[in-house]
């Protein structure tokens, strides 16, 4: 089912729209904007499930074991050390 809509393009949106019709990439100015907000639609949809997926990261590190900042710094110290023999072998 289709409705009928108007709407309100700048100068240059309306003329790149017109210049994909002319071009034969689309067959009308309203395939243009349906092409548009279905990209919008699945842009917009795939950010809401990213953000699901990392707020479900962050509460999953939340709830996990914590490392003290001392563990961290020594981490840390191992990792510069294991660059530093990598370095000097290259």
């Known amino acids: ?3 009928k809509s108007s709407i ?3 100068e240059q949106q309306d003329s790149f729209a017109r210049s994909l019709v002319e071009s034969g990439r689309y067959s009308s100015m309203s395939s243009v904007l349906q092409h548009g907000l279905e990209l919008l ?3 917009t949809e795939s950010e ?5 997926a990392l707020r ?3 509460q ?3 709830n996990g074991p914590m490392i003290s900042a001392t563990e ?6 191992q990792i510069e050390r ?4 990598v370095r000097v072998d290259s």
């Open 8 to 10: 309100s393009l700048t």
């Open 56 to 58: 479900e990261l962050v």
């Open 60 to 62: 999953q590190r939340l």
């Open 1 to 3: 089912m289709s409705v």
């Open 41 to 43: 639609r699945q842009k």
């Open 48 to 52: 809401a499930v990213e953000t699901a």
């Open 82 to 85: 294991k660059r530093r023999v």
């Open 72 to 77: 961290i710094e020594s981490r840390a110290a």
